[in-house]
Nanobody, 125 residues
C-alpha cells in the first residue's frame, strides 16, 4: 500500500524547534514532488514548503521563509521539515502531500494527490 506517514509534531515553546518527518511507505520519493501544508482551526489549508525531488529545488511560504527548511534523506526515504524559531501562529495540523510527476513543486493543495494523516504542532508557553 502506497502511503506517507507524518511524525514529529508536539508542543513547543515560542522560539523553539521541531523536526517533522514524512516517511514514504510502499514507494520511493524518486520522481515525486513533496509538499508540507498546514491547517489551523477555522482557517484554510495553506502551503508551507515543497521540494522537487528530481532537482532539489524548494519553495517556502513567506511566513516561514528563513525559519523552516525542507530536506530529503534518500537512505531513509523520508522528507523532513525542520522548523526553527517557532511562533504561536505556526500552531496547526501539518500534512505531508505527494504528487508523482515532473515539473516544479507548488504551494497549492490541488497539485497533490497523496496525503498523510497529519501531525499536530502546538506552539505555546
Amino acid at each position: 500500500q502506497v502511503q506517507v506517514v507524518e511524525s514529529g509534531g508536539g508542543l513547543v515553546q515560542p522560539g523553539g524547534s521541531l523536526r517533522l518527518s514524512c516517511a514514504a511507505s510502499g514507494f520511493s520519493f524518486d520522481y515525486y514532488i513533496v509538499g508540507w501544508f498546514r491547517q489551523a482551526p477555522g482557517k484554510e489549508r495553506e502551503g508551507v514548503s515543497c521540494l522537487t525531488i528530481s532537482d532539489g529545488r524548494t519553495k517556502y511560504a513567506n511566513s516561514v521563509k528563513g525559519r523552516f527548511t525542507i530536506s530529503r534523506d534518500n537512505a531513509m526515504n523520508t522528507v523532513y521539515l525542520q522548523m526553527n524559531k517557532l511562533k504561536p501562529e505556526d500552531t496547526a495540523v501539518y500534512y505531508c502531500a505527494t504528487f508523482r510527476g515532473f515539473g516544479q513543486c507548488g504551494l497549492f493543495s490541488r497539485m497533490y494527490d497523496g496525503w498523510g494523516q497529519g501531525t499536530q504542532v502546538t506552539v505555546s508557553s
